[in-house]
């Protein structure tokens, strides 16, 4: 009995992925825990593994295929003493997954922690099957582009895929391939390969906004940046936002900062600011709950433990990973695991849940010299601050006389639905003593 | 106010009734203004009258040569007059049938005289003097051009002795001798014709070959075959005096050595260029402006420096063509719609480098994109391949091998940058190489294209592996 490998649900929200790679052929013989193909999801690329073992008796999706819907059958494995010839893929089938809209109840057997799902026997009766999903044919878009621009960019090593045709219908001629060489387009670097197959052809919506008098280049939008939109899009329509800043002196924390990484060092840790940031709003979240929150439309969720989602920017965008019950972790734990999240961020290599989900977030480009900012709620979380630069300011010290002090702005945005102004207030209080007064958070 | 516009277009030759028409299939309120006739001078004066005067002069040279095909034909004779009559029928036919063109559109025709007085009006003057006032959302000014005449007070064109290419179409008698100042296209295409019908022509050319805009090897061909039928080509020449009196035309011809040669001819027809009809159109009123040789500046879509003013055709820089003057109508007409809020329509503005020229005379000559000479200059390394007809069989068949087909290729990227032909039937051929052109094919698709068999088209094919040193039949 062959055994259909579909198109796996990497996260609970997940409806459809991209098949980046494939990373075997038919014919590939394959034992469980073996990497079949890359699948890229709407912020992350994830590896997925074989369950069962057997031969690959035939692909069904070709690699680069987007908007492959979760329970496609994407390849079918023939298992030993089968012949793989007589296997072919299936026309059609109707995927095994999950509804279209789960419910978060369903969350936790949704998404199993191996990515690798194969076919169950039969589909759970509970769950309605969706619309039967063709098997997505292996659709290139077709490159229209003249012969000599064919011929051209051949020769200089640039990828059609990534420009912008100006000929008939959106043809790409040879003076869109001349103005690539001349360093118009990105994707010019010959030996590189295109991050994404970018402009296929322009949209009616972005002709009707089009001032194409003035030097121009259009480009197709990532998942990750169409996610972005649609996420902050909805939150500033659905989520009235209110913002309550405070100035918070940051002497004693930076104090207690470098004491503690003194003594970590030869622990090979090292506390930033930001980690310490993340444990202060951890506190506050406990103290004042009613920041710890999700609107649910007609209810109210609130959340007991913090987990802080951390806004990092990647390459084409940003990205949030958790760092779990920051309440409870050490601040060296904090410290390790924000690094680790960090750089598999920016590498493209995050699990799902390790940037979905989250009851608040941290969002800090001191760094980049902004003094204060506003942010977008990360719906369906209600509470996110803004840090801004620690800088020396002129402040009136405690003995009441004028001095100098390292001072942030910090701007919480509340979602005004949930939260109250005051409770608002009483996080931001909170958060302020805990930074203030450092030692509460690890007394 | 019924005298109101989405677009007013001034001229209804072949840029102008094209651009109307456009503009009322995209459904603009449009007017056409007219001061003679419609169809302008391409289809009254122009490209159809002269193809059906050299049509005659062509079955004459048939006759002439009847015995080469086995037949016979005596006491062949051109009657001048009904010639003439049978070109001029044409030209009525079909400026009945722009008339009907316009009426089908729903185009408003204003005849008279029309002039801008602000960027949005125009007043149209008619032959007994009313003005009317027009206004216009966007008005083309498409008003053609006119011949160049010499500048010696002595030879102006008066339609007696001296003529321009208008007067040679209706000539009020038979030519004996026959004098062709210039050797463009319409220089060489009367030349040819008087020739056909027996008249004895010398064509005089300041520059060192005849046709001079096209590729050095077809003006070379070309001067040999018209030498060949009787004509006398003087080349590298210039004039020192014309002198028009009632016994002929007293002209001094100096040669390139310098010497100078007196000759007396009947008619001469003067064939220099053109000049752009500009004048008393209110281009000064509305600040349009024009360049050095005085055509009305335009931008690759007839933008002129005045927003809402759009120049077309010949009123603008060359070349001076018909086919490039309808294409810049449609152009012109689908960018003011699109101003006007049609997203539908996606003009590209006019590449010069894909026009096509044609000349008629007896061989043709048809040819579009660089010349080999032209593409070293602008740089490229050249690939160039040419097929005489003579390997042709469908040429020898027809009794027509003198030709060739050359191409010009960009050696390194296969771009066909030029193809320039001379010989029988080459202008119905051309546009296989415009669209190949305009598609931007190297030559690896023209390779690739299965050409009929028997045709002289197949010399396009050969002349395309002869540049990659692929021909088969040479």
Known sequence: ?443 | MSNSYDLIVLGSGPGGYVAAIRAAQLGLKTAIVERERLGGICLNWGCIPTKALLRSGEVMHQMRHAGDYGLAADNITADLEAIVKRSRGVADQLNMGVTGLMKKNKITVHMGTGKLTVPDKLSVTDEGGKTTELSAKHIILATGARARELPMKTAQADGQRIWTYRHAMTPPDMPTKLLVIGSGAIGIEFASFYNDIGVDVTVVEMMDRVVPVEDADVSTFLEKALKKQGIEIRTSAQLEEIKSSAKGVAVKIKDKAGKVSDETYSHVIVAIGIVPNIEGIGLEQVGIEQDERSHIKADGFGRTNVPGIWAIGDCTAGPWLAHKASHEGVTAAEAIAKELGNPQVHPHALDRRNIPGCTYCHPQVASVGLTEAAAKDAGYEVKAGTFPFIGNGKAIALGEPEGFVKTVFDAKTGELLGAHMVGAEVTEMIQGFVVGKTLETTEAELMQTIFPHPTISESMHESVLSAYGRAIHI
Request: charge should be negative; charged fraction near 20%; proline fraction near 8%.
């Open chain 1, 1 to 443: 009995m062959p055994i259909e490998i579909k198109m796996p649900a990497l996260s609970p929200t997940m409806e459809q992925g991209k098949l980046a790679k494939w990373l075997v052929s038919e014919g590939d013989s394959v034992e469980s825990g073996d990497i079949l193909a890359e699948i890229e999801t709407d912020k992350a690329t994830m590896e997925f593994e074989a369950v069962d073992e057997g031969t690959i008796a035939s692909i069904a999706v070709a690699e680069g295929t987007d908007e492959v819907s979760v329970g496609t059958v994407i390849a079918v494995l023939s298992v030993d003493g089968e012949d793989t010839d007589t296997i072919a893929a299936p026309a059609s089938t109707p995927p095994s997954g999950k509804p279209d809209t789960p419910a978060m109840a369903e969350t936790a057997q949704a998404a199993p922690p191996s990515p690798a799902q194969p076919s169950p026997p039969s589909p759970p009766p509970s769950t309605p099957a969706a619309p039967a999903t063709l098997t997505t044919p292996a659709r290139h878009d077709r490159i229209i582009a003249s012969p000599l621009a064919r011929r051209i960019a051949q020769d200089k090593g640039i990828d059609l895929a990534g420009l912008k045709g100006s000929g008939p219908n959106g043809r790409i001629v040879k003076a869109d391939v001349e103005a690539a060489m001349a360093g118009g387009s990105a994707s010019t670097t010959p030996g590189i390969p295109v991050a994404k197959p970018a402009t296929v052809e322009m949209k009616d919506e972005t002709r009707a906004l089009l001032d194409d008098r003035i030097p121009h280049s259009v480009t197709s939008l990532s998942s990750m940046r169409k996610t972005i939109a649609r996420r902050l899009t909805q939150s500033m329509q659905e989520a009235p936002h209110i913002y309550l800043t405070v100035d918070v002196t940051l002497d004693r924390l930076l104090a207690m900062r470098k004491e503690m990484n003194a003594a970590l060092e030869s622990r090979g840790i090292k506390l930033s600011v930001n980690d310490m940031l993340i444990k202060a709003l951890g506190r506050a979240l406990i103290d004042v709950p009613e920041c710890n929150v999700a609107f649910a439309g007609s209810e109210l969720i609130t959340y007991s433990r913090a987990d802080i989602s951390v806004a990092v920017s990647i390459p084409g965008g940003l990205i949030t990973p958790i760092i779990a019950d920051a309440n409870g972790k050490s601040l060296s734990e904090i410290a390790v695991a924000a690094k680790d999240l960090a750089a598999r961020a920016k590498q493209g290599k995050l699990q799902p849940d390790e940037y979905q989900g989250g009851t608040a977030s941290i969002s800090n480009m001191g760094m980049m010299g902004i003094k204060q900012f506003t942010a977008v709620i990360n719906p369906p979380q209600a509470t996110i601050l803004a840090i801004g630069a620690g800088e020396k300011r002129p402040w009136v010290m405690d003995n009441g006389e004028l001095g100098v002090a390292t001072v942030m702005s910090v701007t919480g945005s509340f979602d005004h639905r949930a939260i109250d102004g005051a409770d608002g207030a009483r996080l931001m209080t909170a958060f302020k003593r805990y930074v203030e007064s450092p030692l509460g958070m690890v007394a």
